[in-house]
């Protein structure tokens, strides 16, 4: 099979000094990126030199000498149509980590040369990724306890943003068959959760029962491994129409034993449910008086405006809402009407 190599291959009895990357690799008025040449015509020629080059003095060396030679062969084979590629480069570090087991004193000067007489005008690149990929994992190791306590989500985000840290755009690229499965998992929960959001043919628990199915089959994580994200959950469950159509059909108290019920399946404490129910009352307490200033606010901007109008409302707001008096007519003045948006029960 013929395959790209870099002319100082070709010249194989270029002096060892030549080899190990003392001087210049190739003629400079020749094309960088070699030529075509035969691979087993390659290995011949490197066996010619190698047996003029040994003598007692430098056995050592001519083995050195063979297996920076033969690694060249082998990265060229493998990496050297694409080895432009930040993702191609990264998977020489796998590389580098067996020519180092394989020989702990040199390996790792073994691997350079090799990529130098490989690769010469894309070493210090390679160099380069490979050295941001031992920072990466390093801060991995470093930050494992921090990282495992985190939850899911927020742990894939740091993993991500400490990968763009290093490497910008081509963190996608190097991670991007895992960033191709993360978007596969995302389509299938977003599948999933379209199709609950109109299923009102399911009760309340069968809809929590194939969302969290479905978040456990994308993410391998759900119940109490999930637990951490079970804010996120709720608020997903309480946003679907299905499951909001179902919570407004019922009376308020028999509605949140639903929601009290729900909460304690996705991993709540009592205290935390007991909590969240005073909370849900607060907003209740609310929403029926928001509700009622929009419908105390309608008479009035039928019959007034101009000053007459904004004193009527002032007057309004304040005999409504007292304190947030002033925060009301503010989003008002901004074209944001707070009881106007949609009630959504286990959530605002």
């Not at 941001?132 to 991995?140: A, M, P």
């Not at 309608?298 to 008096?325: C, D, K, M, T, V």
Request: net charge negative; proline share 4%; aromatic share 8%.
């Amino acid at each position: 099979m013929a395959i790209k190599l870099p002319l100082v291959l070709i010249g194989l009895c270029a002096p060892l000094a030549m080899i190990y990357g003392i001087g210049e690799l190739a003629d400079p008025t020749l094309p960088d990126k070699g030529t075509d040449i035969d691979t087993g015509q390659a290995v011949t020629a490197q066996r010619d030199v190698v047996s003029a080059a040994e003598s007692p003095n430098d056995a050592v060396a001519a083995q050195r000498q063979r297996l920076v030679q033969q690694l060249a062969i082998e990265l060229l084979e493998q990496f050297g149509e694409d080895i432009d590629d930040r993702a191609v480069q990264s998977r020489l570090l796998e590389v580098r980590n067996r020519v180092i087991a394989a020989h702990p004193q040199d390996g790792r000067l073994l691997f350079e040369r090799a990529v130098m007489l490989a690769f010469p005008m894309y070493a210090n690149e390679i160099f380069g990724t490979l050295d941001k990929l031992v920072s990466y994992q390093q801060w991995l190791a470093s930050n494992d306890l921090m990282l495992s306590e985190m939850p899911y989500l927020e742990r894939e985000g740091a993993k991500w943003n400490k990968r763009l840290a290093l490497f910008g755009t081509d963190a996608e690229r190097i991670w991007a068959e895992e960033h191709a499965l993360w978007a596969s998992k995302q389509r299938a929960v977003r599948h999933t959760i379209e199709t609950l959001d109109q299923a009102r043919q399911y009760s309340l628990d069968e809809t929590l029962f194939q969302l969290q199915s479905q978040l456990e089959q994308s993410y391998g994580v759900a119940g109490q491994a999930f637990a951490p994200n079970r804010g996120l959950i709720a608020q997903v469950f309480f946003g679907l129409d299905s499951v909001q159509s179902r919570l407004k059909a019922l009376p308020a108290e028999q509605r949140q034993r639903q929601i009290d019920r729900i909460r304690s399946q996705l991993g709540y404490s009592e205290a935390q449910v007991q909590r969240l129910a005073d909370r849900d009352q607060q907003r209740e307490d609310r929403w029926q008086r928001g509700l009622a200033y929009m419908a105390a606010r309608q008479p009035l901007e039928a019959r007034l405006s101009g000053p007459q109008l904004e004193r009527a409302l002032a007057s309004l707001r304040q005999e409504y809402f007292r304190h947030e008096a002033a925060t009301i007519a503010l989003e008002e003045r901004d074209g944001f009407f707070r009881y106007q948006r949609p009630r959504l029960y286990g959530r605002n």
